[in-house]
């Protein structure tokens, strides 16, 4: 055999047994989750409920913050030139929260200036009240998640002090053993906990940026049509 067939024939082995390792690897740490017990499955269900809630906020915002360039321009331009129904037209075929804010003043034009802040500032609560829906929920994960992980830990011990009690005895591997083992649930807990809390904050953020862009857009349009001839 020559020098390079055996290079080769190592390094096959090599990755042979890396890829080994790290399904062996992936395999402890799934049955290690499962030593936690079953405070593990509402714990994973949260999880599962806050990164679903987040992917579609997320999404959901980003959505709307992008759909909205360049619309201002467009409606000032029109509404500049007089062309009303055009306006309305762009603002309604683009479909965002700053599109139907804008639309709702321009449906009150002709009216007093109160009565359009007064329709455009009802029409953006709506908006905004859209965007935050169940991002309370992530708040709620944050804080239910860690007390979980805890209440399973708290379960755990009191398991294994009930089996020290009627073994007559302490056994010193047992008992760190044991504790090794429920602690699992709090680490889950806290881990999950942290996740959402990370979330809630970064969606508030995102949706108070848009808000704050909104309402930049709002008095904009509230000056443009309370400039003279307009």
């Known amino acids: 055999m020559s020098v390079m067939q055996e290079m080769d024939s190592l390094n096959t082995v090599q990755q042979q047994a890396i890829e080994l390792a790290t399904t062996e690897e992936s395999l402890n740490m799934i049955q290690m989750l499962m030593k936690g017990g079953w405070i593990m499955i509402p714990i994973t269900f949260l999880l599962f409920l806050a990164l679903v809630i987040f992917f579609e906020r997320y999404i959901t915002i980003r959505k709307a913050t992008k759909s909205d360039t ?3 321009s467009q409606v000032k331009s029109n509404v500049m030139s007089g ?19 804008l639309q709702k003043g321009l449906s009150r034009v002709g009216r007093p200036i109160k009565d359009i802040e ?9 908006e ?13 994960v944050a804080g239910i998640a860690p007390m979980m ?23 010193i591997g047992t008992v760190s053993g044991g504790l090794y083992v429920k602690m699992i649930a709090s680490a889950s ?5 942290i996740l959402a809390y990370i979330g ?24 443009l049509l309370d400039e003279p001839g307009a």
């Open 83 to 101: 062309r009303l129904d055009a306006a309305v037209a762009i603002c309604r075929s683009n479909n965002s929260a700053l599109g139907r804010m």
């Open 189 to 193: 807990g806290l881990t999950v906990g």
């Open 128 to 140: 905004v009240s859209k965007l935050e829906k169940n991002i309370n929920i992530l708040g709620i």
């Open 149 to 171: 992980g805890f209440v399973g830990t708290i379960f755990g011990v009191i398991q294994i002090f009930r089996e020290v009690e009627l073994a007559g005895g302490i056994d």
């Open 200 to 223: 809630y904050h970064a969606l508030n953020m995102m949706v108070e940026r848009l808000i704050l862009r909104m309402e930049t857009e709002a008095v904009e349009f509230i000056d």
């Open 118 to 126: 007064g329709a455009i500032e009802n029409a953006g609560k709506l």
């Open 70 to 72: 360049g619309l201002m």
